[in-house]
């Protein structure tokens, strides 16, 4: 650890109830907008801290997170974390199909099921965010039109695809393409996902900016070749530098939690860290690295630069911490 890591104080560390043996239950919970299907692992005690996840349009919980949270190395944040899996609605596997013309919620209303989420299971308020390949604008007219002619050319499953790999990875025809589109392809409720990428195509902007009510810790993650690198290097120049970390990851490509998991977690626990938590844990691959494949950008009261390398060089991103007990991992 270098001289200027050092320097960063960490909070008092939150006490973490000793690791117990993970249950899977899975609920279903009413919300102003219907019912939500959400896993719970962890024994639900509301003294632990909660880890809320959200998948990617054409994905869901399991496909999304679930290599990631058995991935051996995040085991040390498993044990001591009760993880909420939400499946957007109908997005669920084995998920009834929607009648015809039912009216899916808007991305707002999404938004707005999350809180009885939080209080079906009691945590409280979001403490830090993790955001995974974000993109914050809504559809332009060259978008919208470039998205008409999509949908009369491409079929639904190559529409996804396209969504959530680059083109490079998209050229590459690579494994994880191949099992994206077999599953996709199988899916029994794929007028839902269709209903799903409507209401993602029909978004408005998220109008952040560095005045925003955004005030916790923000983890930007995204892969070095994924379709919304430049999305997610904006968002990260119009939120506030003294509480974000970008991370832009090499080989990462659109969903770098399936392709880099090793890598995204130990980021994880440098932010865990950065929120009190966690603080004696070991950090070993990033600090052993030799590449620059994990960079982070931050600022800590000004007098640091904004652009960190989590090497041997460097090994940076703790961020302060805010008082509540819910972080939200997103993509």
């Known amino acids: 650890m270098t001289t200027e890591l050092q ?8 006490p973490l109830l000793p690791g117990q043996p993970d249950s899977v239950k899975e609920h279903s919970i009413e919300t102003p907008h219907g019912l939500l299907h959400v896993t719970l ?43 909420v899996h939400i499946d957007a609605p109908g997005q669920e596997e084995g998920a009834a199909a929607y009648p015809a013309g039912y009216q899916y919620p808007s991305m707002d209303q999404l938004a707005e099921m999350i ?16 955001l995974i390949n974000i993109d914050m ?25 396209t969504h959530l790999f680059s083109q490079e990875e998209l050229s590459a025809n690579t494994d994880l393409l191949q099992i994206q589109r ?37 983890m930007l993650v995204v892969g070095d070749q994924a379709p919304y690198e430049d999305a997610a290097v904006e968002c990260n120049s119009k939120l506030d530098p003294t509480t ?4 832009k990851m090499a080989d990462g490509g659109g969903l770098p939690q399936l392709t880099q998991p090793s890598k995204l977690t130990e980021a994880f626990k440098y932010f865990i860290q950065g929120m009190g938590y966690m603080a004696s844990s070991c950090m070993t691959r990033l600090s052993r690295s030799r590449t620059t494949s994990l960079s982070s950008s931050y600022s800590m009261e000004g007098s640091r630069s904004r652009s960190r390398t989590l090497s041997q060089s460097s090994q940076g991103g703790q961020l302060p911490p805010s ?5 939200e991992v997103s993509c």
């Open 115 to 130: 809180p009885s989420v939080l209080q079906y299971f009691n945590p409280d308020l979001v403490e830090g965010l993790v």
């Open 137 to 161: 604008n809504a559809r332009g007219w060259m978008d919208w039109a470039a998205h008409k002619l999509t949908t009369l050319t491409s079929s639904l499953t190559e529409q996804i695809l």
């Open 41 to 83: 692992h962890g024994t639900g005690n509301t003294r632990r801290p909660a880890i809320l996840t959200y998948h990617d349009v054409g994905l869901e919980s399991k496909s999304c997170f679930s290599a990631l949270f058995k991935f051996e190395e995040m085991q040390e944040i498993v044990k001591n974390f009760t993880v």
């Open 7 to 14: 320097e960063i104080a960490i909070t008092e560390e939150k």
């Open 244 to 247: 974000t970390s970008f991370l």
């Open 182 to 218: 077999e599953r996709l392809s199988k899916c029994t409720n794929l007028s839902n996902v269709e209903l799903f990428w409507k209401s993602y195509n029909s978004r408005r902007d998220l109008n952040i900016d560095r005045n925003s009510p955004l005030k916790c810790p923000v």
């Open 323 to 327: 008082p509540s007990h819910t972080m």
